[in-house]
């Protein structure tokens, strides 16, 4: 069963920090692309970074030097560390795989 499981939303103080991942199951997670994504109600789903299956990085700007993505293959598991969080960063955080696989979600709010 093909299956993404995100976790470590939550909760912070503008100016904190968070970790989340994102276990996969059901794909061969080494050779797959991931990202992640975030949506705030009444927008389009946008693009935060991407690791692609030979570790190459790319980040939105709004986010490029605050969050980092990475994953470990021997745990089926990709992570963003979340940095210098604003209140702006409040979504609902998605993770992907393969631009066609999508977790169910985790809430990230940002208290200013």
């Known amino acids: 069963q093909v299956q993404l499981v995100e976790s470590g939303g939550g909760l912070v103080q503008a100016g904190g920090s968070l970790r989340l991942s994102c276990t996969a199951s059901?794909?061969?997670?080494?050779?797959?692309?991931m990202a992640w994504y975030r949506q705030v109600p009444g927008k389009q789903r946008e693009l935060c970074a991407v690791?692609?299956?030979?570790?190459?990085?790319n980040y939105a700007d709004a986010v490029k030097g605050r969050f980092t993505i990475s994953r470990d293959n021997a745990k089926n598991t990709v992570y963003l560390q979340m940095n210098s969080l604003k209140a702006e960063d409040t979504a609902v955080y998605y993770c992907?795989?393969?631009?066609?696989?999508w977790g169910q979600g985790t809430q990230v709010t940002v208290s200013s």
């Open positions: 992907n795989a393969l631009s066609l696989l």
């Open positions: 059901g794909i061969i997670f080494s050779l797959s692309d």
């Open positions: 690791v692609t299956s030979g570790g190459t990085t």
